[in-house]
């Protein structure tokens, strides 16, 4: 799994570690992991609800930010829980460019067994590195 | 905790923490806590107290109180006072959950009238009190019409017959903040939140049936004038906040905050501390929209008391009048708010953020409610789900903490750890076999809330009464809960 949760960098809130290969690869690991914290099984949503999500900035952490708290926003406004489907990032000058197709479905507490919902993404110990071995991020979820 | 060895002890409940600890603290920091409980706290509240220190305009020092803890920029149980001309507002200081608050409800009945129907009374409040991961609740607010809830609170509530006139009477700033402006929140706020008044949400909130056993009052007189006047009385206490609106309200900032900064040349330690200047166009604006965020949780507070009130109703076949389902009070525990306190010989306004902290107003408090002014405010403190909560009521002394204390009992588990060593189906039982009949809308988030990943409620209390910051006036045990 390419990401994990840990157990001693936040006590009330959620903190995950996320890795990818790319940079995509990692939005996506850290896109599962913000959903893996509200719903126990990811094998449980069922993908019959489409979005698609467009977020800019020139800064990788906060371009990861701004997708996650979009995951946020649509599991407040439409009750969706929402999992990548394709995900890519081009630079545009300074700024990066995120186009992203999600899909899942509306919360269903009885197929979904549920854990804890996430209120929003925030800045404590934030970090998205390049690495020799590819891409690490790490986020602390306010729950 | 490592303990730093240049913390002074101040008595056997106050620490403090000298501005040469860390470079840029402008005020010390004091920490709340018996020499226990400054052990048990985790390192994350001394690396962030300390930073609080830092804030531009801070009055006098950062507190955290006995229940602080590990949070995103403040600690939780962090208080900051900011003077209003020359200070800044900190989104993070205040939290995402905006309002995040208690309130207090009594009955006439008996722990002998309720056991009876216990299981019925909490099934019937888990389907009309939703809780858990994308819970709606049972109002349809036009998204235009949410917009005059988030500028009313609580008012717009009792207009629509959901309350008592009152329950405005006793709940903090009479459920409606004045300078809430629907103009300053985005859009993507209300869509997160114009479905979601009268709902729990989850994490730590829930909604709790309790009773007050006779040897839990510590003080008669003022338990009465709380309500709480038969032995084993029935309580009703419940703990939300303002739910995705005021979590947008707060990210939706929070980022502008991030970009103002360097324009007013500011800096900050951890960027959950991103600020703004109280007097400018972003701190006001901010402000305006934070005030809307306390009207939500408010709203939404006062909705699921009217449904607390209908289920107590439908289930023991009398009115909520005849049941005596008196509110006490509605107090917030995540907020900034303008007060005004003499310091050093001048009389000056300050903003006292409180972040998992609860404001606890002296006896003659302008700001009280009648009911309360010769008492003091009642300060209401959820403890952990299997152990108890207390009402306390605010003392004269409590001026040398800005009139702050605990909000609970404190984390010292992260919920990482807590879901890995406790079942919820287990603890369910558990529970049972004690019994608290408990309905969650989630196992692993029942594991979360063990009591075990608490700190000792009943420490945490004596230490704000030891302190000198509030006073104990009754002590509540868990019979029902429902849980987030």
Known sequence: MPYEFLEEVAIADVAFRATGQSLEELLTSAADATMNAMVDDLGTIDRTTTKSIHVEDEAEDLLLVNFLQELIYYKDAERLLLRPDRLRVERH???????????????????????????????????VEHTPRGWEAMVVLDV | MAVPPSIKKISDTVWEIPTSYKPGMRVPARLYATAKLLREMDDGV????????????????????????????????????????????????????????????????????????LKRLVDRLFERVPAGVGCTGFLNVPQREF?????????????KGLGWEEDLERTEERGCMAGADAGKISQKAVERGCDQIGTLGSGNHYLEIQVAKPEHVFDHEIAKVFGITIPHQVVVMFHCGSRG??????????????????????????????????????????????????????????????RIREVFSEVLGRTPEALGMRMVYDVTHNTAKLERYVVEGTARQLLIHRKGATRAFAPGADDLPEAYRQTGQPVIIGGSMETGSYVLVGVPSGEQTFFSTAHGSGRTMSRVKAKRIYNGRQLLQQMEAKGIYVRSASYAGLAEEAGGAYKDIDEVIETTELAGISKRVARFTPIGNVKG
């Not at chain 2, 917009?147 to 207009?159: F, I, L, M, S, Y």
Request: aromatic share 10%; charged share 20%; proline share 7%.
């Open chain 1, 93 to 127: 000058g300074r700024c990066l460019v995120l186009d992203a197709v999600v899909s899942g479905e509306p919360v269903n507490p009885k197929r979904h067994a549920l854990k804890v919902d996430v209120k929003a993404v925030t800045f404590h110990r934030l970090r």
């Open chain 2, 46 to 117: 001394i690396d962030q107290v300390t930073n609080v220190a830092m804030l531009p305009g801070i009055v006098r020092y950062a507190f955290c109180m006995p229940d602080g803890h590990w949070g995103y920029g403040f600690p939780i149980g962090g208080v900051a006072p900011m003077d209003a001309e020359e200070g800044v507002i900190s989104p993070g200081g205040i939290g995402f959950d905006i309002n995040c608050g208690m309130r207090l409800v009594v009955t006439n009945l008996t722990y002998d009238d309720v056991k009876p129907h």
């Open chain 2, 147 to 159: 917009r005059d809830v988030v500028e009313q609170g609580a008012r717009w509530c009792v207009k």
């Open chain 2, 245 to 306: 609106f005021g979590h947008q309200v707060a990210t939706d900032y929070l980022q502008r905050f991030l970009r103002a900064m360097p324009t007013y040349h500011l800096s900050v330690p951890d960027r959950e501390l991103a600020c703004a200047p109280f007097r400018s166009p972003e701190g006001q604006d901010y402000f305006a929209a934070m005030q809307c965020a306390i009207n939500m949780s408010f709203a939404n507070r006062q909705v699921i008391l009217h």
